[in-house]
């Protein structure tokens, strides 16, 4: 084996006829450009959407909703995820750093715990926000939930 035997592995080129190299090539002269017009020139790109003068589609489509830019993504966690770590691997205090550590949340996160499911041990955790029942279900099995 040596230089002149090296080729590309099969399938990873095209077999492209090259464009503008003379008439004889059958893809000379206009370089498949056509005759004229902008498209035919260099430096020619069109506006993302334009449709020729037809009103694009992105503006014939009726738009709807309201999308409020400074609302707040927070990740829910319920009772019963806690419950269940509780049971698994007795966990009784909950952060940022363990709900990441056990899949439970990214650590961009911001954790709201939820209160669906039933808490039957007594845990401390720290979210950055508590719905009401889930607060109430912590503190009356004698846990602590606090607000960071």
């Keep these: 084996m040596d230089l002149s035997n090296l080729k590309p592995a099969k399938g990873s080129t095209k077999n ?28 020619y790109s069109s506006k993302f959407g334009f449709e020729g003068g037809q ?4 503006r014939r489509i009726p738009k709807g909703g309201f999308k409020n830019m ?3 993504e927070y990740r829910g966690i319920n009772l019963d995820a806690l419950q269940k770590l509780v ?3 007795n966990i009784t205090v909950f ?4 709900l990441y550590n056990n899949g439970l949340a990214q650590k961009k996160d911001l954790i709201k715990v939820l209160g669906r499911g039933e808490l039957k041990a007594k845990i401390e955790v720290k979210a950055h926000a508590f719905s009401k029942t889930a607060a109430k279900a912590i503190e009356d099995q004698g846990g602590v939930a606090t607000k960071i």
């Design 87 to 89: 049971d698994e691997k």
């Design 70 to 72: 400074n609302r707040v």
């Design 16 to 43: 492209k006829k090259r464009i503008g190299r003379g008439q004889g090539s059958g893809k000379g002269g206009t370089s498949t450009r056509g005759h004229k017009g902008a498209k035919s020139r260099s430096g």
């Design 55 to 58: 009103m694009p589609l992105y």
């Design 95 to 98: 952060d940022l750093d363990v």
